[in-house]
């Protein structure tokens, strides 16, 4: 069975700073990666995607995910956050093989954004 | 618009009654989705279902069950056996295939007294 690991359960920073979220999977076939955001009181929502092509991806609000298959990561960047960025962020992964196109979620990682 | 629906947002019930959490779409989506999150355990499967009257078990089917008689509504109900019902409930649906995003709904929040 596949799983996915998000390395860090809380993160605060101030605003400007740099942000890298790490996700690992462990699932040995072809996958779509994705990352959703939950804002405080908001849906759940795609933040970005990779199915194939270009591993580094470009998401919405200046977010950026880079795919190294070998180290069957791909970890979310943003270069400078806002404190608008404070969410809770969420790598899933749905395994090609497996049927009814599930996704499989890491336990995520709440981010705190100071102002 | 075009969205998911869950009703209502938050629910209280004692322990030992059923309860039956409400999600519908108007995406005109086949596939549809229930979650249970914890927090620091992410999002976690419970059913799934692809197709009209069709439906599979997730990862933590039990003590939970659904149906799925029309295309835009898959009601979740949360059993007494469920041992520990107290969560957060989202349910997601996607057009289908490997290469569509899932959209979810705003949740529910079930606290069991």
């Known amino acids: 069975a596949q799983s996915v690991s998000q390395h860090n359960h809380h993160v605060i920073l101030s605003e400007a700073a740099s942000l890298e979220l790490g996700c690992n999977y462990s699932?040995?076939?072809?996958?779509?990666l994705f990352w959703y955001v939950q804002y405080p009181g908001q849906h759940l929502q795609l933040l970005l995607k990779?199915?194939?092509?270009?591993?580094l991806v470009k998401g919405i609000k200046g977010f950026e995910a880079e795919f190294i298959k070998s180290k069957f990561s791909f970890n979310l960047r943003k270069p400078s956050v806002q404190w608008s960025d404070t969410a809770e962020y969420f790598c899933?992964?749905?395994?090609?093989?497996?049927?009814?196109?599930?996704?499989?979620f890491g336990g995520g990682t709440r981010v705190l954004v100071k102002p | 618009d075009g969205g998911i629906t869950q009703s209502p947002k938050y629910l209280f019930r004692k322990e030992g009654q059923n309860v039956t959490l409400s999600c519908e779409q108007n995406?005109?989506?086949?596939?549809m989705y229930w979650y249970r999150q914890d927090p620091g355990q992410g999002l976690r499967l419970i059913y799934y279902?692809?197709?009209?009257?069709?439906?599979q078990k997730g990862d933590i089917a039990e003590g939970y069950s659904v149906s799925r008689e029309k295309k835009e509504s898959f009601p979740l109900t949360v059993t007494s056996a469920q041992k520990n019902p107290t969560a957060f409930y989202l349910c997601?649906?996607?057009?289908?295939?490997?290469?569509?995003?899932?959209?979810f709904g705003p949740g529910t929040r079930l606290t069991v007294l």
């Open positions: 279902s692809q197709i009209v009257n069709d439906f």
């Open positions: 899933a992964v749905n395994a090609l093989r497996a049927a009814g196109n599930k996704l499989t």
């Open positions: 699932y040995g076939g072809t996958v779509n």
């Open positions: 997601a649906s996607t057009a289908g295939g490997s290469y569509n995003e899932q959209f």
């Open positions: 990779y199915f194939s092509g270009d591993p």
């Open positions: 995406l005109n989506h086949d596939a």
